[in-house]
Nanobody, 124 residues
Framework: QVQLVESGGGLVQPGGSLRLSCAAS????????MGWFRQAPGKEREFVAF????????VYADAVKGRFTISRDNAKNTVDLQMNSLKPEDTAVYYC?????????????????WGQGTQVTVSS
């Protein structure tokens, strides 16, 4: 089992930036692909970004491509999401998730472990 704890959320103005971080503990971190998802009020949880076990492969949702960057540090057991040019529609609770198969990408059911989420609010 792996435990995930997100941090770095907050309130930011449109056009601003935030960096989310997810710290993992428990099983070997490099056994897992890692993903970020988000859920806005009244909406279903949606895929944001994925990074492979080695960090050599990434996948992004079209809505965030070119604005968000996912990265991981396997020495520190962390995965980050750098979010730039934020828009009000990016407002959501952001969740970090661990994928035991290593290749789930945007496939939600493939993620076996989830963090508690961190709130991101983009508003002037």
């Amino acid at each position: 089992q792996v435990q995930l704890v997100e941090s770095g959320g907050g309130l930011v103005q449109p056009g601003g930036s935030l960096r989310l971080s997810c710290a993992a503990s428990g099983r070997t971190f490099t056994n897992y692909g890692m993903g970020w998802f988000r859920q806005a009020p009244g909406k279903e949880r949606e895929f944001v970004a994925f990074i492979s076990r080695s960090g050599g492969s990434t996948v992004y949702a079209d809505a965030v491509k070119g604005r968000f960057t996912i990265s991981r540090d396997n020495a520190k057991n962390t995965v980050d999401l750098q979010m730039n040019s934020l828009k009000p529609e990016d407002t959501a609770v952001y969740y970090c998730a661990a994928d035991p198969s290593g290749h789930s990408g945007s496939y939600y059911p493939g993620y076996g472990y989830w963090g508690q989420g961190t709130q991101v609010t983009v508003s002037s």
